[in-house]
């Protein structure tokens, strides 16, 4: 089965995409409905290539399933009233001023920040699943 990376955005809204399938967009107020929105859009996508008679992706001709990448801005969103920002800054090491920028968009993180906030809510994540 081919696993295929998507994206996902947030801007007063979900939005998705990938880039094997331009112009191929879903948006949704839910995490979870952009998931669903854009597998459909997907679907729908594939049968206007075809139709169209152009080639389709050589990954959509087989099984396939999405990886969801969410950008900062989308993580931090989908965390909102699951995990503080102030838990997030601790486990981070950001702190909380900078991740609301990071949230607003005002500001868009390095690289090196994005995978702090990332690995800071696996050690959440971590200590979590250590609950009995």
Same mark, same amino acid.
């Given at each position: 089965?081919?696993?295929?990376?998507?994206?996902?955005?947030?801007?007063? &809204?979900?939005?998705?995409?990938?880039?094997?399938?331009?112009?191929?967009?879903?948006?949704?107020?839910?995490?979870?409905?952009?998931?669903?929105?854009?597998?459909?859009?997907?679907?729908?996508?594939?049968?206007?290539?075809?139709?169209?008679?152009?080639?389709?992706?050589?990954?959509?001709?087989?099984?396939?399933?999405?990886?969801?990448?969410? &950008?900062?801005?989308?993580?931090?969103?989908?965390?909102?009233?699951?995990?503080?920002?102030?838990?997030?800054? !601790?486990?981070?090491?950001?702190?909380?001023?900078?991740?609301?920028?990071?949230?607003?968009?005002?500001?868009?993180?390095?690289?090196?920040?994005?995978?702090?906030?990332?690995?800071?809510?696996? !050690?959440?994540?971590?200590?979590?699943?250590?609950?009995?």
């Amino acid at each position: 089965m081919e696993t295929i990376t998507a994206t996902i955005t947030w801007d007063n &809204n979900y939005g998705a995409f990938c880039d094997l399938l331009p112009g191929c967009v879903a948006t949704h107020a839910t995490l979870e409905g952009a998931k669903n929105s854009f597998e459909e859009a997907v679907k729908h996508h594939l049968t206007g290539i075809k139709d169209d008679g152009e080639e389709i992706p050589s990954q959509f001709l087989s099984d396939y399933s999405f990886d969801y990448n969410l &950008n900062t801005r989308a993580l931090l969103k989908a965390m909102d009233g699951k995990v503080s920002r102030a838990a997030i800054a !601790r486990a981070s090491g950001i702190n909380e001023r900078q991740l609301g920028h990071y949230i607003t968009g005002r500001v868009v993180p390095r690289p090196e920040n994005r995978r702090k906030v990332v690995e800071g809510l696996h !050690r959440i994540a971590s200590e979590l699943l250590k609950v009995v």
